[in-house]
């Protein structure tokens, strides 16, 4: 009989312990994205990169995963972004990643309809070039010292001269990024 109940309660406890087999292991990412740069002005939802998280015991949880940080990665750079996701029995799994929201895309110039052709009198001061051009999809100002970065070439410009004179202009955004080329073209003529 003693041995009867020793055996009945080693199974028991073995049949126990079966049942509560304990979920020690973390969930696994999947998925994970190889290309994680972004142009500048794309809408990036970090929750929408199909990155999945699979667990040993609770199966698919990729709606559990969240993120560390504010989303708001509109701006140019690198940014950190941990992923984590935690299975019922509270074992979590974190992921870093990357995101590289980059600007490779060229302004566009354009020359301002109301200034196409402009006429002067010989003799006159220069005009403001900068009044005479825009930006498409970008922010322009002229009364900014964008330096450099603006370039306006009047060489071929004579305002003590009678003729049409070309400006070339060009405008660089701050990544580098070079645009098409406009041509400012005025009229110097004499005026009796
Ligand atoms: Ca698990
Ligand atoms: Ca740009």
Known sequence: MKHKVIILLVLMAFTLTGCK????????????????????????????????????????ISSDITINMDKDISEVGTYDVVYTVSDEALNDTELSIQIVIEDTTAPV??????????????GSDEPNWKLYIGLQDEEYDPTIDYGERLSIDTTNVDMDAVGPFTVLVTFTDIYGNESNEVTITIMMIEIE
């Open 21 to 60: 087999e304990k979920d020690v292991t973390g969930p696994v990412f999947e998925n994970i994205p190889e290309v994680l740069t972004f142009e500048h002005g794309t809408d990036v939802d970090l929750l929408d990169l199909g990155i999945t998280a699979v667990d040993d015991f609770d199966g698919d």
């Open 109 to 122: 110039i354009v020359v301002n309809p109301d200034n196409e052709r402009a006429i002067f009198e010989i």
